[in-house]
């Protein structure tokens, strides 16, 4: 989106070019987030009978997480949220066999993804974090009574603590060695044949300072901000610190064990490419994350794990478990601009983000697209960045500090809003050798009609671009990327790609092929550090309604469908010049219903100024705007810009539109 140059107050400097594991508070503390994806709060509805549970796919294994396991857990609302007790684990495993639910062991897995070796109908892992002492007293008995296989993770530090030692713990306050499981117990254990210890790492279990700000991350994934300095730790240290780290835990439990691990559990679920890499050489084939989902066997990286929360009854697990991966739930966007909270003065900044954070868990929506470059001109351009990088000046280390808290704080999935090829490098003589081109005669000069734009075809400009994402990725924690409307190509560009021959453009389909790849390789870079991201890139509405239109701008929507987690089409009526906004409207939402997928895979976003003016646009008629979407069968919506200084759209009105507390789905359940 393009903000209008020159106008600087919040609400009325943004308008549009043309046509998302919480983890809890800023201190970690016990094995999970605090809300950790997909995990289970409230217990729900107790039925008579529970239906059978559907068969998975035999080529996935469901991996459940357990933690404490004790007799005297209270319902639902113990102050131990992941404790289970003793006589529930037994309901679960009276469940399993029932139902014909099979615990595997790490050895069947193993066969299956190396030698094809079948697993049993509905195989299951149980795995039970942090090595607490329950896991032998309560655990055990039952997984020899029933002959379940099982994983026990527990931490290498924790295991070795000296006389007096505590560690802060989730629910039971401080954790020490008397609440863990012994040397001596886990060899009785693994002795068994049911019992493979896993390591839980050496010291990972932490949060270390991520930030200027102080925020404390987790450890695997977070490049360690040294105050004193105002350094980041380097490639190097960071991976001789995983290394060191992983390497101490295996050692120590070969030591006392004989035998190596073979799975590591990650604290918090944060991994990453990396680390699962540096595991591998140190023969650990496994690493387990914590997004709830069934894990295909031929990839044992970051599998994921249903995380038991709430002691739940059995009909509350089958539910947790039984959602169908396909079921979709409404997606709420609020779209921030950063800028916003950027100030001089850095208790401003703090004042700002507190503003910010309190409206968004107010309004309760699902998603934050937030603002990860700087553009106080307002043009589109990225001239600065919010992080470290290599290539554009950093305005201020903000990005990952307010995401941190909004994901934390305000409990949303934040995606970093990013351009592909709007970068300004700051050096004219460089970005005219880099930019998208156009030919005037037979001499290629470059093309600006709005954006400066950084050429697909260039390969100078794509390593750029490359290195900018990973620097996000490094230094930040989120949940997805926004990819921004200047991902365009006209048709007279880009000469770039044909540069000694005068004349010679690319195809439309070289065009948009070509935006699409580089999204694509983004992405992968991405996933290098952040595994779990998810991909949405903002589309011109006239793509949708005038498909004929890609030939201007090298964008498809219904190859958008396929390649994004989301599209997220800028559905703006005043932006388009439509005479009857709501009949608009209904209309790009009946074009998009027409598309296999279209309207699960399609956000709209609205606007909540008109440009034209420019002025607010009445919080009633944007809610007026959203209950027809919803009405047309729309499935995903949000608006842009939030003014949270100004507050516009007004607070209470539009929460009652946007919230996500209306999503079935997002139902509370332990």
Known sequence: MRRSPGVHTPGFRAGWLMVTLLL????????????PRGSMTQAGPVPDDLPATPRADPLQVTIL?????????????????????????????????AEGLHPVSVDQILAARDSGAPLPDQPLLLVFDDGLRSVYTEVFPLLQLYGYPAVVAPVGLWMDAPEGWSVPYDGLGELTAEDLVTWDQLRTMQASGLVEVATHTWDLHQGVRGNPQGNEQPSAVTRIHDPATGAYEDDASYRERIRDDLSRAAGRIEEELGQRPRVVVWPYGEYSQVTDSIARTLGMPISMGLVPRPHPVDDLSGMGRFVITGNPTVTDLAWYLRRSPSAVSPVRVVHVDLDYVYDEDPAQI?????????????????????????????????????????????RADLFNRVAWQLRTRAGVSVFAWMPLLA???????????????????????????????????QPE??????????????????????FHDDAYLNDREDAAAHPETPGRLPTVRERTDALFQLTSEVMETVRRYRPEARSARNLYARVVLE??????????????????DHTAVMAMPYMEGARNARRWLGELVRVVAEHPGGLEGTVFELQSVDWRKPAPIPTAELVEWMKDLERAGAIHFGYYPDDFIQGHPDLWTIRSALSIERDPWRREHP
């Open 24 to 35: 809890a508070g800023s201190i970690l503390a016990g094995c999970v987030p605090s809300t």
């Open 423 to 457: 970068f300004d490098l700051g050096d004219d003589t460089r970005n005219d050798a880099l930019s998208v081109l156009r030919w005037e005669g037979d001499r290629a000069v470059p093309s600006r009609p709005d954006y400066r734009r950084l050429s697909p075809w």
């Open 65 to 97: 997480s357990y933690h404490d396991v004790r007799p005297d857990v209270e319902g639902a609302v113990d102050a131990d949220r992941y404790a289970v007790s003793t006589s529930r684990l037994v309901e679960h495993f009276d469940w399993f066999l």
């Open 350 to 394: 703090e004042r700002n983000l507190d503003a910010l954070v309190e409206r968004i868990s107010t309004i309760r929506p699902s998603h934050v697209y937030l603002q990860a470059f700087g553009d106080p001109e307002g043009d589109g351009t990225a001239r600065s960045l919010y992080f470290p990088n290599r290539h554009l000046p950093m």
């Open 461 to 482: 400009a794509r390593r750029i671009i490359h290195e900018i994402f990973e620097d996000l990725a490094i230094h930040a924690a989120f949940d997805g990327i926004l």
């Open 547 to 564: 498909p004929e239109s890609e030939a201007w701008f090298a964008q498809s929507f219904p190859r958008s469908l396929e390649h994004y």
